[in-house]
T-cell receptor, first 113, second 116 residues
Framework: GENVEQHPSTLSVQEGDSAVIKCTYS??????FPWYKQELGKRPQLIIDIRSNVGEKKDQRIAVTLNKTAKHFSLHITETQPEDSAVYFC????????????FGSGTRLLVRP | GAVVSQHPSWVICKSGTSVKIECRSL??????MFWYRQFPKQSLMLMATSNEGSKATYEQGVEKDKFLINHASLTLSTLTVTSAHPEDSSFYIC????????????FGSGTRLTVV
C-alpha cells in the first residue's frame, strides 16, 4: 500500500522567513496530494492541495510543488507568521475503489517572533 | 461547505466497557467514511475504510472485532471500541468522502477517548 514519508519532523524559523516541508510517496498511482494544518486537539484543516496533472499551485503565502517522476511534493510557506505555528501533515490518495487518504508523519513548525 | 459532525468530543470510560463514536455528514452523502486514530504527537493512522451498506475494510494490524464499524446509511457511520483498555486511549477522528466530489475529504472534530 501507499507509504508517505515527511521531513523534517520539527522546523523552527524566524518570523518572516520561509518554511519548506517535503514529502515522498511510494505509490506511483497516487494522484491527489493535500496538505493539512492541525492545531492541538483539533481536526486537520486543508490548507492547499494539488492534483497529479499540475506541477505547482499557489495560494497567497502558501505553495505546493509536485514532482511525479521523483514522487515527491513540497509545501512552501513564505513570510511566516507566529500564527503559522502548528503541525502540518502531507497526505496522498489515488482514485481507485478505496480513495484511502494516507498521511505523512507530520512536521511541527515553530515560527519565532 | 461540507460538514461532518462527530460525537462525543470526549469520553472517559472504565476498562472493559464499550464506547460508540458517531459521525454524521450533515449536508452531503458520505459514500465512504474513513476512521483514523491519532496518538499524542503522532500522525493520523488509518484504521479502516467503510462504504455505505457494506463491511468495513480494516488496515493491517487493526482488530476488526475490537473496533466495530457500521455504515448503515449515507449520512451515518459509527465506530465502537469494544472491551476498551487503557492502551486504546487516543484521539479518534473520522473523515467522509463525498461521492459527488472526487477530491473532497471532510473531517469530523475528533473524539478524545480516555480509558481508566
Amino acid at each position: 500500500g501507499e507509504n508517505v514519508e515527511q521531513h523534517p519532523s520539527t522546523l523552527s524559523v524566524q518570523e518572516g522567513d520561509s518554511a519548506v516541508i517535503k514529502c515522498t510517496y511510494s505509490d506511483s498511482a497516487s494522484n491527489y496530494f493535500p496538505w493539512y494544518k492541525q492545531e492541538l486537539g483539533k481536526r486537520p484543516q486543508l490548507i492547499i492541495d494539488i492534483r497529479s496533472n499540475v506541477g505547482e499551485k499557489k495560494d497567497q503565502r502558501i505553495a505546493v510543488t509536485l514532482n511525479k517522476t521523483a514522487k515527491h511534493f513540497s509545501l512552501h510557506i513564505t513570510e511566516t507568521q507566529p500564527e503559522d505555528s502548528a503541525v502540518y501533515f502531507c497526505a496522498a490518495s489515488k482514485r481507485d475503489s478505496s480513495y484511502k487518504l494516507i498521511f505523512g508523519s507530520g512536521t511541527r513548525l515553530l515560527v519565532r517572533p | 461547505g461540507a460538514v461532518v459532525s462527530q460525537h462525543p468530543s470526549w469520553v472517559i470510560c472504565k476498562s472493559g466497557t464499550s464506547v460508540k463514536i458517531e459521525c454524521r455528514s450533515l449536508d452531503f452523502q458520505a459514500t465512504t467514511m474513513f476512521w483514523y486514530r491519532q496518538f499524542p504527537k503522532q500522525s493520523l493512522m488509518l484504521m479502516a475504510t467503510s462504504n455505505e451498506g457494506s463491511k468495513a475494510t480494516y488496515e493491517q494490524g487493526v482488530e476488526k472485532d475490537k473496533f466495530l464499524i457500521n455504515h448503515a446509511s449515507l449520512t451515518l457511520s459509527t465506530l465502537t471500541v469494544t472491551s476498551a483498555h487503557p492502551e486504546d486511549s487516543s484521539f479518534y477522528i473520522c473523515s467522509a468522502r463525498d461521492g459527488a466530489n472526487n477530491y473532497g475529504y471532510t473531517f469530523g472534530s475528533g473524539t478524545r477517548l480516555t480509558v481508566v
